[in-house]
């Protein structure tokens, strides 16, 4: 049984979010709304000895404290279950308000409401669309749960794939600390974090530990995007070892060539079948000159980089 009560913020407990299942998402739009009329779709509140606590309605109730609202109307409500939390739940999922961190948040909480395997297959599959690893392994679902939030945040705002999250789960703790201060410091564009996902996966299958991870801390006096490339590139030469000495070689061929004012470029990573060679020439440059200098490099240096491809 709910009922509709004017509520002080005050009686709220907003620090309690075991509930939690959208993501974080408070804009000007639903701040606008908020401050023009109020609460549209009233936050869910469970009564217990005078206090309340949030059952759906975080980030409208967060919205409501920043525009410095003393009261909210809420649906309150003596009791939950499985089924009341379900529906509600499946229904934040068809509006996509919840991700898919939220979404394994939704299957952990049925499973403290007593729900077996069973039927929370058939939830995550059917209702959620969630991988059934994440039921059948219920110690993955636990590092779920006991992830950072900076790092969970990352993950529901940009809709990381279930496999990426599982991958990144299944590193050591200490790894997991570490691409959350990293996300924390530049919130890594979605393909490196993809990246960098598959990279430290396979480099913890290859050598069994990820100690390189324990000396990358983001540096506060670099530009957010170079310490992004320069993060992908530190752990791109780990996984590939022989890509870095590749790398080498082609560096060296075009510090050659621009020493004699020629610029090379390859393509990145070696992903095609093409060098391009260009030399500057400046207006005074008379031909003798210009002769000289295209004959004085030794050329057959671009077979080098060529074979490279």
Known sequence: MSSLLRIPLADIDLEDRYYKISRNHIDDAMRNSIRNFGVLDPPVVLERD????????????????????NEVDCMVTASVDAEFFMNRALLKCQRNESGPVGRIRILAILRDFGLKAAPLSRIAKKGLQV????????????????APVPLKDYCDSRDIQFRI??????????SIEAISSWLVFAPLRVNIFK???????????RDGSLDLVDHIR??????????????YETIRRVRYPEYSSLRNTA???????????VRVDYPVYFEGDIVEVRMSLRKGDDPESVRKKINGVD??????LLDLL
């Open 165 to 174: 999250i599982g991958d990144v789960m299944r590193l050591p703790r200490a």
């Open 218 to 231: 983001p540096d506060e006096s670099t530009d957010r995007k170079a310490w992004e490339q320069h993060l």
């Open 251 to 261: 560096e060296n061929v075009v510090r050659y060539f621009s020493a004699w004012g």
């Open 131 to 146: 991988p059934d690893e994440f039921v059948r392994d219920e110690s993955l679902m636990n590092m779920v749960e006991r």
């Open 299 to 304: 050329w057959v240096r671009i077979k080098e």
């Open 50 to 69: 005078g206090r309340y606590r949030v059952i759906f309605g975080f980030n409208r109730l967060d919205a409501l404290a920043d525009c410095g609202a």
């Open 195 to 205: 990246f960098l996902a598959e990279m430290l996966s396979d480099i913890l299958a």
